[in-house]
Every structure is written in structure tokens, then in C-alpha cells.
């Protein structure tokens, strides 16, 4: 058997495990090296190579075969020839290193190579005596008795060196290098010589390493520098799949990863995934799916520790405390390290078969057995318990004070090679609830993170108060952000602002959250809630869902992490039952919902019991949206009782079916908690005169800024109290829609008498209300009068119009006689006026003069005028184009859909532009009989940069 085949036979031999478990690998990720002055320097604690949390913008590089990194290039020079590979502890080096092996020993790559020799740091410790490196090889693989100088110096022969950070000897590149691999020379003496090229110059070396030893070669002597990246998002899951196989109880498992912004990105590193996984696996967790409890990873740690305490309690607490004795020592434990703490071999190894997530058992060169933790993570945890078991002794006081100079003492440490250990020192603090969260520890520990926030070297500080309370910080910063004062005092408002920046981004905070059309389905929101609970908007609206969702809602709503004030379930198929699973969520102390809208989902009276109940608890939800839903009186009946305690600010019941009895049970419940409401809608619900009436008399409606009344089946008999509202000095009243009533000229009068008489109200609607010319009338004195301002109690000099900014009052026969009428009031000096809707209003050419004199007045501020349904017609096209052509006129906005004009009409429309280019932006024409020669010449003018239009809206009758 030749030497190749003899090789090859031994390294299929040596990875025959990781054969086995191939179907459970996935496939590791590489990448060169990212040397940018934002990454963290090679002495950092290893945690800060993965954690890409700070507001660094940290560079990805883009992954790459691992044949590409390791192909045989013949460009080597002697000072520069060595591979590296960089990675955290467990992030599949060794891994990586053995597959490669395994490939290239089972003929399935890599053919360039012709010896393949890997070997182990840690094993090469236990050669003490001084041999060459063809007997070195030979103690690693003894079938290769053949081996010798000329075969190693032919090409495709590699050295491969695993785990740099447990070699015990010291790398000495300032010695003379070995030259002859048969002449005897020490371990160390011989990996630096290979390193250098000296000895075998046309091999090639690759080496791995934690960054934390590899300054122990100098950097010239590396050809490629390269790491190994962790788990990408998409093989954690599939990780955590591969070990739980009941897929309710991995969807939870993947969620409470997700939730934990620094689990997040932890379980990139396959040993904490695997504990992870490992410590959810269980039944029980399929129960209450959706209940999402964030997990710290000091829990993490203590429930997987908690699986041998009962049985191993006295092998596992030896164990802390060697943790505690190796803190910053190698990884690899000898027996010798065992027997410092009173462990033997035997304990050890029956240990590690219990419980292989805390530590691991290898055997190695001559039969020998070490021991390495699970992962450093591991180690930091147990020692952390160890250091808070000699703490805790000394009472609450002592132990505060203790721990205040640990804090101090990892700051000092700008390696943070403990940053870890403090972290785990705090969680355990909450674990063992040893103190509260107001302790002089938490207050001194927020004031160190804040008066240092612009450094990203703070960030272990705030890991630590998260690992103690993941809301940590969190209430300052809301604190700050509603009243502008903080909570801790001494800080500047740029450090507030750095802290909330801070926080946003670590947690991942989104401001909406919106699932693509394609995808809109229960399924895939339900694999979207932590990414829900993480935003602060989700807009769900027409979204496919069902009751199916509403549970894992609910959880989210409860939820104390979660950031969630605004949920839009508007037009799904939600049922009461799903109504009510949400109001669990909503009730929920924790909730910090302030808007919920349920627009069209088939919620019925049943559910307004359960939303009642909730207006009772909640003290967040300021908005409550049911429009289109079959509520009815006995719905409004129910729902009136939380009303009467609820601090709702927004109350929309549009389209519910609520009559006479269901806006009396409104109008109870508004008057015995008048304080808080200020938009109510109303509309689409036949409540008359005798419920409006009720309403108006025991709630003050001049309290709203927004009142929604359209359709309601209101007449003039309605308009006295509105009227009043709106004459009342006090009134907030913004936006009046009550359009589609019968409310005629003599309620419109009244509406009117209250508006000049005094009126802030700067929305009016009243389209499709039975108005003719003579309600104009009372429209012009509106519009012509000034009113003198108040400021408190002091009256302002200035005078000044009804602040009415937008006036709909289309669908009305106000005729030519009406609109001539009003159009005084648009050169009123003092007007507001911007939008003005005249559609359908039965007008002709007559009024078109007087229209254009008040759109071309130097006061007239209308930008928004729509005239569509008239019957203009060319002629009054003319007349109104002489306004339209002042550069005093600043419509920008004209729609005239409908009104009979033809060819001649865009002549006066073209020659208005060209005189008065800079203000049209929107023109809309469609439904008049126009020539495609017509639309050709508008578009000309839309093209060109000489004009202000940017949209036309046009088709050929």
C-alpha cells in the first residue's frame, strides 16, 4: 500500500464520526478576512466578532468555496506563505478542518493534494522531546514507516494545524530556522520553521485559530487570512429543527431565539444553538404555542445546568470552581487541571456523558483523555456562579459594593476578555433574585453605560443590565422621549438621544411591519411574529388572515418586550372567537397597544362584552376602530360600559347598524366620561334626529376635533345643537363631515349662524345635503367674515377669516345663482380656503365670470378647485380660463371630469398656462369629448419643463 493510501485509510478512520453525523451538518461558511477599522481588534472578547449589535457598521464579506481558499497557488513566497483561518470558539473550525479531510480522504475533492497531514495543538503538547518532523508525522499516522525527505518534497503536500489558541509552547520566529526534516528539533522550533518556509519550502500551511492567539504569528507570514462565519438565519433554524423534531415546540424555540436580540446573534455559534435547542425540547412547550417569554442566556445556562445538579451536584460545583481557576487560561483541561479541584478522570467523564452541553470529553495522542466546556460560553457561566457563591455570603450590602468593583474592573480591561463573566454575574443576580432592580448596582451600572454612551467600548455594561432585565434602560428612555426629563439625572440630551438610537438598534425595532401581497396568510405571519413584535406598526389590513392568527397576536400584545402600539386587522376573516383571543392580549397588563383596528372583520354584539371588559384594564388604547362591523345597539349596549372608564381618544363606529337606542347608550356613556374622547364616526348608522339630538345634549361635541356624522339620517332638526358647537368659543371642533342628511338650507343656515359667529373649524362636508342657492347665502357670509382671535384671555390686533380650509359641497343644487354668491367670499383677504368641491351642482357657463374673479383676486387662495359634473361647456371653459390665466390665480389642483367641453376648451386651457405656467400641477379632463390631436398638445405641455403639470388625467369621451 502506498503512502497516500495508507494516509488516506487513517484519516477515514480518525473522522468515521463525523461521517456518521453528516446528515446533521450543515455546511459551514467561509469568508476572507475583513480588516476595516470598525472590527474588533484580535485581543476583544471573541462574543464581539459575532455580535454585529453596535452602531458600527460592520462589513460582510461575501462567502466563498473552501477550495478557492485553500487551491494550490505556486505564487508563494518564503515570508509570506501561510493560510489562517480565524473563528470564535465553536464555530466549526475543527469541524471544517476534519470535513476537508474527510473529503479529500474519500476521493471527493481537493485532487491537487498528495499528502494531507492534520494536526492537533493541543496534542502536539504532549511531545516533550526533541524529534524531526518525519518522526513527528510518524507518531500521528504510524503506518506512513515509509515516509521520507523526498516524499515530502514533492508538490500537494499540506500541513494543516487545528486550534493555535491550545498550544502550551512559545512560537519563536526569531530563531534559526530548521532546514532538514530528519534532523531533531523541538515541536514548536519545527511548526515555526514550516510556518517560515525554511523547512519544506513548496508545502503548504494552513492554521486556525480563536483570534485571541493568532498574534502569535507575525502577520507577514500569512498568504491568505481568512475566518469562519456561523450559522446564517436560515441554517439556525434549520439547526433547531434537526434536533427538535416536534415542529410546534422548534417554531417556539425559533421564536424565543428571535426575540432576544443577543441570542440572536449567539446562536450563530452551533454549541449555543445546540443548547439552546436543547433546553426548549421539550413537550411541554407546544402548549400555549404563542406565549412568548424571552429567554436570557444565563436561563439558557441554568436550565441546562439544573438537568444534573440533582444528580452530580457536588462533581458540578468542583466544576465552577475550576471554571473560576481556568478564567483565562487555554481551553484544553488536563487531568492535572482536574485534580486542582478535587475532580477525577473518572468523575469527569461520566459528567461529560450526562451533560456534554458543560463539558466534553477527547482523547488524543497515546491514548491520552482532556477535557474541554462545552463552549468558553459555558465556562464563563459556571465561573460566574462560582465567583457569586463566595459573593453571596457576604450579604446584600457587601455583595452590591463587591460587585460594583467588577464592574469597574472589566471597564478597565479594554480587551472585555470579561465581559461575559460580568453579564453572567447579573443574570444570575435576577436568577437567584439576590437584588432588586433599584439596588445602588443597576443605578451606578446605567450611569457608567450613559456618561460613556459614545464609545462603542460600554456596550458589555449594557448587555449586563439587559441580561438582568432585557426592558433595561428601556423605561428611562420612554420616560425621556414623553416628558423631555429623564428618570437619572446629570446627562445631556445627545446621550438620551445616543441611548434610544442605542437601543433601537440592538433590538432590531422596526417602525412597520407589512407582509408582501403575495404572501399574505395566516402561515406566514405566524412565522413573522417575533419580526411583529419587534415593530411598532403592523399593518395587516386585507391580509388573508383568520382566527388563526389571532392567538399568536394575543401573545404578542401580552407580551412585556413587545413594541407594538399600532395593530390594523382591518378586512380579515376575524370572528369573535379570534376577537376575543385578541382581548386576552389586550387586557394584559403588559399591553401597550394604542391603536386596534377591526374595520370589516365580522365582529358581532358578542365580542363588545369582551372588548367592554378589556376598556376596563387597558390604560393604553387610545383608538378603537370597528367600522363595518354588525355590532348593532345591543353591541353599542355592551360596549358603552367600558366606554364610560375607557380614555379612548379615536372611537370609529362607521357602518355598524347602531339606530336611536344604540347612540342613547353612546351618548351615557360619553357623558359620564366626557374628558378624553376627540374623533368619534358615526357614519352609515340610521341613528335620526332623536339619537344625534341625545348625543349632542349630553356630550359636549364642541370637546371633538373630529366629528364623522355622514349618512345618519339627520335633518335641520339636528342642526341647532351642531350650530352651537360650533359658535362656542371654547370649540376644538377641527372636522365636521355631515354630508348625505337631508339637513337642507335651514339646518345649513343654522350650521352657518355658528360658524361666523365664531368657528375653528377648518373641514367642512357637507356634499349631498339638499342645499340650494339660497343656503349660499348663509355659505358668503361665512366666507366674508373676519372674526377677531383670542390668545387666552388676550385679544389679538390682527383680524382674520373662519379658519375653513376645506369646503366640500358638492352634490347640491346650488346652481349658477349659489356659486355666484359665494365667489365674493374667495377675495376675502383674510380667507384660508385652499380646497373647494363644487361637483354635480347643477352649474353652468353663467357663473363662470364670477367663479374666475375670485380665482384670479391677489387674496383668493384656492389651490384646489373641483367643477367636474357640471355643465361648463366651452363657453364657460372660456370664462373661467381668464382667471385661470392671472398669475394671481395659484390653483394647482383643477378637475373638470365631465363637463361637456370639447376641442376648442383646451385652446383656452393651453393659452391659460402659457400665461400662467408655474401654478397647474394636476389637470383632470377625463369624460369630456376630446381629440386624440387635443390630448397630444396637453401632453406637450406636461413634458415640458416650462410648466408646472406633472399629471393629466384624459380619455376620449
Known amino acids: 500500500m502506498d503512502l497516500q493510501t495508507c494516509l488516506k485509510t487513517s484519516l477515514r478512520s480518525k473522522y468515521q464520526k463525523l461521517k456518521e453525523a453528516e446528515k446533521s451538518l450543515l455546511p459551514l461558511r467561509i469568508c476572507y478576512q475583513n480588516n476595516d477599522s470598525t472590527s474588533p481588534t484580535w485581543s476583544s472578547h471573541q462574543f464581539r466578532h459575532v455580535d454585529f449589535s453596535s452602531l458600527a457598521a460592520h462589513f460582510l464579506s461575501v462567502c466563498v468555496p473552501l477550495t478557492d481558499v485553500l487551491s494550490s497557488d505556486r505564487r508563494l513566497f518564503i515570508s509570506n506563505r501561510a493560510i ?98 530528519s534532523e531533531a528539533s523541538t515541536v514548536d522550533h519545527l511548526i515555526t520553521s514550516l510556518i517560515k518556509g525554511s523547512l519544506l519550502p513548496g508545502a503548504h500551511v494552513w ?37 427538535i423534531d416536534n415542529e410546534d415546540v422548534a417554531c417556539k424555540a425559533i421564536d424565543r431565539m428571535k426575540l432576544s436580540s443577543s441570542l440572536t446573534f449567539l446562536c450563530q455559534i452551533p454549541p449555543i444553538c445546540t443548547v439552546m435547542a436543547n433546553v426548549l425540547n421539550n413537550p411541554l412547550e407546544a402548549k400555549n404555542r404563542f406565549k412568548l417569554k424571552p429567554l436570557t442566556l444565563t436561563q439558557i445556562y441554568t436550565l441546562a445546568s439544573s438537568v444534573v445538579e440533582a444528580s452530580n451536584s457536588g462533581v458540578l460545583g468542583k466544576l465552577k470552581k475550576l471554571a473560576l481557576l481556568r478564567m483565562g487560561e487555554g481551553s484544553v483541561i488536563y487531568e492535572e487541571d482536574l485534580l486542582k479541584t478535587g475532580i477525577t478522570v473518572e468523575e469527569a467523564s461520566a459528567f461529560s456523558k450526562e451533560c456534554p452541553l458543560l463539558l466534553r470529553e477527547d482523547s488524543g495522542l497515546h491514548g491520552t483523555t482532556v477535557f474541554r466546556f ?54 444570575l443576580i435576577k436568577e437567584r433574585s439576590l437584588l432588586g432592580p433599584n439596588d445602588e448596582l443597576f443605578v451606578y451600572t446605567k450611569s457608567m453605560f450613559l456618561q460613556n454612551i459614545l464609545f462603542d467600548e460600554v456596550d458589555p455594561l449594557l448587555n449586563c443590565l439587559r441580561e438582568y432585565d432585557p426592558q433595561a434602560l428601556r423605561t428611562e428612555a420612554e420616560y425621556y422621549l414623553k416628558y423631555d426629563r429623564a428618570l437619572i439625572h446629570g446627562f445631556l440630551p445627545i ?102 383596528r377591526l374595520q370589516c ?47 379612548l381618544e379615536t372611537l370609529k363606529l362607521s357602518q355598524c347598524n347602531i339606530e336611536k337606542q344604540g347612540c342613547w347608550d353612546l351618548a351615557a356613556a360619553l357623558q359620564e366620561n366626557p374628558k378624553h374622547l376627540r374623533v368619534l364616526d358615526l357614519s352609515s348608522n340610521m341613528v335620526g334626529d332623536d339619537g344625534a339630538n341625545e348625543l349632542f345634549e349630553k356630550f359636549d361635541i364642541s370637546r371633538l376635533k373630529k366629528l364623522e356624522m355622514y349618512h345618519c339620517g339627520l335633518t335641520a332638526l339636528s342642526c341647532g345643537l351642531i350650530g352651537e358647537a360650533l359658535k362656542s368659543e371654547t370649540s376644538a371642533l377641527v372636522e365636521l363631515n355631515v354630508s348625505n342628511n337631508s339637513l337642507k338650507d335651514a339646518g345649513f343656515r343654522v350650521m352657518c349662524e355658528g360658524m361666523y359667529a365664531w368657528c375653528s373649524l377648518e373641514k367642512l362636508n357637507v356634499s349631498r345635503c339638499g342645499i340650494t342657492d339660497k343656503g349660499c347665502i348663509y355659505l358668503a357670509k361665512v366666507l ?38 359665494v365667489s365674493p367670499g374667495l377675495e376675502n383677504p383674510y380667507s384660508h380656503l385652499t380646497t373647494l368641491n363644487l361637483s354635480r351642482c347643477g352649474l353652468t357657463d353663467d357663473c363662470c365670470a364670477e367663479l374666475a374673479s375670485g380665482l384670479a383676486s391677489m387674496e383668493s387662495v384656492v389651490s384646489d378647485l373641483d367643477l367636474s359634473g357640471n355643465d361648463l361647456q366651452d363657453k364657460g371653459m372660456k370664462k373661467l380660463c381668464a382667471g385661470l390665466k392671472n398669475p394671481q390665480c395659484k390653483v394647482e389642483k383643477l378637475s373638470l371630469r365631465s363637463c361637456g367641453l370639447t376641442s376648442k376648451s383646451v385652446q383656452f386651457l393651453t393659452s391659460a398656462l402659457k400665461s400662467n405656467p408655474s401654478h397647474l400641477e394636476e389637470l383632470h379632463l377625463m369624460g369630456n369629448k376630446l381629440e386624440d390631436t387635443d390630448i397630444s398638445v396637453l401632453m406637450d405641455l406636461k413634458t415640458c419643463q416650462k410648466y408646472s403639470l406633472c399629471v393629466l388625467d384624459v380619455s376620449v369621451d
Open 374 to 427: 462545552g463552549h468558553v460560553s459555558a465556562q464563563e457561566f459556571l465561573a460566574a456562579s462560582a465567583k457569586l457563591d463566595e459573593l453571596q455570603v457576604l450579604g446584600t450590602a457587601s455583595l452590591s459594593e463587591s460587585c460594583r468593583r467588577l464592574v469597574d474592573e472589566v471597564r478597565e480591561d479594554v480587551n472585555g476578555k470579561w465581559d461575559v463573566f460580568l453579564q453572567f454575574i447579573f443574570g
Open 207 to 243: 492554521i486556525t485559530s480563536r483570534y485571541s492567539a493568532v498574534r502569535r504569528i507575525p502577520r507577514n507570514y500569512f498568504f491568505k487570512e481568512t475566518e469562519v462565519l456561523g450559522f446564517s438565519d436560515a441554517q439556525k433554524e434549520r439547526h433547531i429543527r434537526t434536533l
Open 784 to 821: 366674508c367674515t373676519v372674526s377677531q382671535l383670542y390668545q387666552g384671555w388676550v385679544r389679538k390686533r390682527n383680524w382674520q377669516a373662519v379658519e375653513l380650509k376645506e369646503l366640500d359641497i358638492s352634490m347640491n343644487r346650488l346652481g349658477d345663482r349659489g356659486v355666484k354668491e
Open 601 to 647: 372583520c365580522r365582529v358581532t354584539s358578542l365580542s363588545c362584552k369582551d372588548l367592554a371588559d378589556a376598556l376596563f384594564v387597558t390604560k393604553t388604547l387610545q383608538e378603537l376602530d370597528l367600522s363595518r362591523n354588525e355590532i348593532g345597539d345591543e353591541g353599542m349596549f355592551q360596549l358603552s360600559e367600558g366606554l364610560k372608564v375607557a380614555q
Open 495 to 596: 446621550q438620551w438621544h445616543v441611548l434610544i438610537q442605542r437601543l433601537t438598534h440592538l433590538d432590531g425595532l422596526e417602525e412597520h411591519f407589512k407582509m408582501p401581497v403575495t404572501e399574505r396568510c395566516d402561515d406566514n405571519l405566524l412565522r413573522q411574529i417575533p419580526t411583529v413584535l419587534k415593530s411598532s406598526k403592523a399593518m395587516l389590513r386585507f391580509s388573508n388572515l383568520t382566527d388563526k392568527s389571532c392567538e399568536a397576536l394575543a401573545a404578542v400584545l401580552s407580551t412585556r418586550e413587545s413594541n407594538l402600539t399600532e395593530l390594523d386587522l382591518g378586512y380579515n376573516s376575524i370572528s369573535d372567537y379570534g376577537a376575543a383571543l385578541l382581548v386576552e392580549g389586550l387586557a394584559d397588563r403588559n399591553c401597550r397597544l394604542k391603536s386596534l
Open 84 to 181: 489562517l483561518t480565524l473563528g470564535v470558539d465553536g464555530i466549526g473550525k475543527t469541524t471544517m478542518v476534519q470535513r476537508f479531510a474527510l473529503d479529500w480522504a474519500e476521493d471527493r475533492g481537493h485532487g491537487d493534494i498528495h499528502f494531507l497531514f492534520v494536526l492537533n495543538f493541543w496534542e502536539l503538547n504532549l511531545l516533550k522531546h526533541k524529534l524531526s518532523l518525519i518522526e513527528l508525522l510518524q507518531t500521528f499516522y504510524p503506518d506512513l514507516k515509509g515516509l521520507n525527505a523526498s516524499s515530502l518534497k514533492r508538490d500537494g503536500v499540506w500541513f494543516v494545524f487545528d486550534g493555535l489558541d491550545e498550544f502550551n509552547l512559545t512560537l519563536d520566529f526569531s530563531r534559526p530556522a530548521a532546514r532538514d526534516v
